[in-house]
C-alpha cells in the first residue's frame, strides 16, 4: 500500500473517563493533574489533546463547563496544541448536555460519535478487586445493558447546534457501519469537508483492532470519502501502540492517551500520557515520519484557529 507523505498528526486522549474511569493511578481526574499531563503531552509531541472532564472530588466523567474552564485555561497558557473536546462524555448522557462544553468554549475541535452501540467494558470488572470510587464498579460492570446512544437525530441536532462554532469534528467511527452514516450525514450537508475520521477499534461492540480491519476500514473510507477525508486510528487496550505503528506506516494518524489504554506495554502500566505520546512518536520517526506541529495540523485538518476559541 502506498504510504502518503505527509506529516502524521499524534492526539492524546489525556483524561478517559468513559471507559477507563480511574483504574491506574497514572489517569488524571483533578484539575491540576489533567492540565499537568495535557501540557507534558503536547511537549513530548502530541499536536492534538482530546479531552474530558471529571468532578475533581469523584473522578466521575463530568459534562459541566465549570469542570474543564480551570484546565482549559492553564492548556492554553502554556502550549499552542489543539484541543479537542469531546461530546462523548459519559455513557448516560444524552447529547444535549455532552455538546455543552464544546459549545461554550467553542473549541478548534470536538469529537463527534458517528453511531449507537452498546459499548461495552463489562469483563474489567471481574479484572479489578481495587476501586479508587465507590461508582466505578457498578458503572464498569452494568456497562453491559448500556446504549451508547447517537442517533441519526442526535447527529444532527449535535451538527446544526455546533455549525456556528466552525468547529472541525473528530468523527469516532467503531465499525464500517458508522462510516455509511457519516456519508450519509456527509451527503444532507451536516458536515464539511475535509473531514477528519478516528476510526476507533477493539472497543466491545465495534470491530476488532487488528490490520484486515483497518485496511477495510480504510479501503471503505476511500471509496466513501476519496480525498475529501483524514483519518487517525485510536486502538484500545494493548493494541493502541501496534495498530498505530502500522496505521502511521498506511499515512494515517495516530491517536493514543490513558483514556484509551492504562499501558505503555505488555503487562506494564503507562507513568502518564506523555510516556505514550513519546513512545509513538519516536516509533513514527524511526520508521521515517515526521510528527506535525500544532500548526501542522491546523493546516491538515483545516482547523478554524486557536485563535477563535473561547477559552
Ligand atoms: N475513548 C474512545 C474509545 C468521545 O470522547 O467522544 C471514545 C471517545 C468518545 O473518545
Ligand atoms: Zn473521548
Redesign the pocket.
Known amino acids: 500500500m502506498a504510504r502518503k507523505q505527509q506529516k502524521t498528526i499524534i492526539t492524546c486522549?489525556a483524561t478517559g473517563a468513559?471507559?477507563t474511569p480511574t483504574m491506574s493511578d497514572a489517569l488524571p481526574y483533578t484539575y491540576d493533574d489533567i492540565a499537568t499531563q495535557a501540557v507534558e503531552a503536547a511537549e513530548a509531541g502530541a499536536s492534538i489533546l482530546?479531552l474530558?472532564a471529571r468532578d475533581p472530588k469523584t473522578g466521575a466523567p463530568s459534562v459541566n463547563p465549570d469542570d474543564f474552564a480551570p484546565f482549559l485555561k492553564r492548556i492554553k497558557q502554556s502550549t499552542d496544541a489543539v484541543v479537542n473536546i469531546?461530546?462523548?462524555g459519559s455513557l448516560t448522557l444524552s447529547i444535549q448536555d455532552r455538546i455543552k462544553p464544546a459549545a461554550t468554549f467553542s473549541a478548534e475541535m470536538c469529537?463527534m460519535?458517528m453511531g449507537s452501540m452498546n459499548f461495552s467494558f463489562h469483563p474489567l470488572a471481574k479484572r479489578y478487586d481495587k476501586w479508587k470510587f465507590d461508582w466505578e464498579r457498578d458503572y464498569v460492570a452494568n456497562s453491559d445493558g448500556n446504549i451508547f446512544r447517537n442517533t441519526f437525530r442526535d447527529i444532527e441536532e449535535a451538527a446544526k447546534t455546533l455549525a456556528p462554532h466552525e468547529i472541525k469534528f473528530e468523527h469516532?467511527c467503531y465499525d464500517v457501519g458508522h462510516l455509511y452514516n457519516l456519508k450519509f450525514c456527509m451527503d444532507i450537508g451536516l458536515f464539511k469537508a475535509p473531514i477528519f475520521i478516528q476510526f476507533?477499534m477493539g472497543?466491545l461492540g465495534g470491530i476488532g483492532a487488528d490490520i484486515d480491519n483497518l485496511v477495510f476500514m480504510k479501503t471503505t473510507a476511500d471509496k466513501l470519502f476519496g480525498d475529501q477525508y483524514r483519518w487517525s486510528i485510536?486502538a484500545?487496550g494493548l493494541a493502541q501502540i501496534p495498530m498505530a505503528t502500522t496505521a502511521s506506516q498506511m499515512g494515517g494518524h495516530v491517536r493514543v492517551g490513558l483514556?484509551?489504554s492504562l499501558f505503555i506495554s505488555r503487562g506494564k502500566l503507562a507513568e502518564n500520557n506523555a510516556q505514550q505520546v513519546a513512545k509513538i512518536r519516536r516509533i513514527v520517526e524511526d520508521l521515517g515520519c515526521e510528527v506535525a506541529t500544532p500548526d501542522e495540523a491546523r493546516d491538515i485538518l483545516d482547523l478554524k484557529g486557536g485563535d477563535r476559541v473561547a477559552f
Do not use: P
Request: glycine fraction near 6%; hydrophobic fraction near 35%.
Open positions: 486522549a468513559i471507559h482530546h474530558h469531546s461530546t462523548g469529537s460519535n469516532e476507533v472497543i485510536l484500545a483514556e484509551d
